[in-house]
C-alpha cells in the first residue's frame, strides 16, 4: 500500500475521532477505528460478527464497553456544542 495513502487516510481517521468525540489522541484513534470496522462488519455481515461473538464472548463484552465510551463521549462532546 502506498505510504501517502497511509498518511492520508490516517489524518482521515484522526480528524474524524475529534469531530466524533471532541479529541483525539493515538489511544482514542484506535478505539473509534475499531467501533467504525466492528460497527460495518455488523451491519453488513451480522452472521460473521454473531459467529465472532460467540466464539469470543470476553471480546464482545470489551467491544460492548468500547461501544459504550464512545457513544458516551460522543453524547458529551455533542452537548457542548
Do not use: C
Not at 497511509?6 to 477505528?33: A, C, H, R, W
Amino acid at each position: 500500500m502506498e505510504q501517502k495513502l497511509k498518511e492520508q487516510f490516517n489524518g482521515l481517521l484522526e480528524k474524524y475521532t475529534e469531530l466524533m468525540v471532541g479529541k483525539s489522541d493515538p489511544e482514542l484513534i484506535e478505539k473509534v477505528q475499531m467501533w467504525a470496522l466492528y460497527s460495518h462488519i455488523a451491519k453488513s455481515m451480522p452472521p460473521l460478527a454473531k459467529h465472532w461473538n460467540e466464539t469470543y464472548p470476553d471480546a464482545k463484552d470489551g467491544m460492548k464497553q468500547l461501544v459504550n465510551e464512545i457513544k458516551e463521549l460522543n453524547e458529551e462532546h455533542r452537548a457542548k456544542k
